[in-house]
T-cell receptor, first 111, second 115 residues
Framework: RKEVEQDPGPFNVPEGATVAFNCTYSNSASQSFFWYRQDCRKEPKLLMSVYSSGNEDGRFTAQLNRASQYISLLIRDSKLSDSATYLCVVPKRGGFQKLVFGTGTRLLVSP | DAGVIQSPRHEVTEMGQEVTLRCKPISGHNSLFWYRQTMMRGLELLIYFNNNVPIDDSGMPEDRFSAKMPNASFSTLKIQPSEPRDSAVYFC?????????????FGQGTRLTVV
């Protein structure tokens, strides 16, 4: 099993739709997780951190399911500006912070 | 805060040439990471440093790649000799390592093309 797996997409949704992505991870000892957003030809930037069961920030909700080893990102009322690639990030086993990135899920929001 | 600063932003070089990428992490951060991103393989961690010491270089693809961090405010990633398959975007990131994993802040990247 890969350390971090994501559906590459693309997810094509209309404005206003609700969309969710899942990310599975193999390191059962991981305690914290991140969702990063990457725009085309730009660097990744932190979108949300997930330290316990979940986190909510406006239209964005991240949830953690430790039993099944996946995290999800839910985007409500999607905007054109949400079009980007969303990267799931999981710290790698070993103590020091070593972030392993998924390959990303591409989201396209259309008018 | 200026953020993570990488140079150059773009580099085009001929196969066989030496390439040096530079990174200045955010002041006060004690961890520094070098990543490589390609369409095929996504973001791959090449090496990371903690307090200027290389902790894990298992992601470095081969001996042609080397990285140094002579002090807390500067790191280099060198490729010698370069090959066309090294073409990618190379990101440097830094973070403040603590009890809880904290986010990594990325530089704008160096887009390397080896012809």
């Amino acid at each position: 099993r890969k350390e971090v797996e994501q559906d590459p997409g693309p997810f094509n949704v209309p404005e206003g739709a609700t969309v969710a992505f899942n990310c599975t991870y193999s390191n059962s000892a991981s305690q914290s997780f991140f969702w990063y957003r990457q725009d085309c030809r730009k660097e990744p930037k932190l979108l949300m951190s997930v330290y316990s069961s979940g986190n909510e920030d406006g239209r964005f909700t991240a949830q953690l399911n430790r039993a099944s080893q996946y995290i999800s990102l839910l985007i409500r009322d999607s905007k054109l500006s949400d079009s980007a690639t969303y990267l799931c990030v999981v710290p790698k086993r070993g103590g020091f912070q070593k972030l392993v990135f998924g390959t990303g899920t591409r989201l396209l929001v259309s008018p | 805060d200026a953020g993570v600063i990488q140079s150059p932003r773009h580099e085009v070089t001929e196969m066989g040439q030496e390439v040096t990428l530079r990174c200045k992490p955010i002041s006060g951060h004690n961890s520094l990471f070098w990543y490589r991103q390609t369409m095929m393989r996504g973001l791959e961690l090449l090496i990371y440093f903690n307090n200027n010491v290389p902790i894990d270089d298992s992601g470095m693809p081969e001996d042609r790649f080397s990285a140094k961090m002579p002090n807390a405010s500067f790191s280099t990633l060198k490729i010698q000799p370069s090959e066309p398959r090294d073409s990618a975007v190379y990101f440097c990131a830094s973070s403040q390592q603590g009890r809880r994993n904290t986010e990594a802040f990325f530089g704008q990247g160096t887009r390397l093309t080896v012809v």
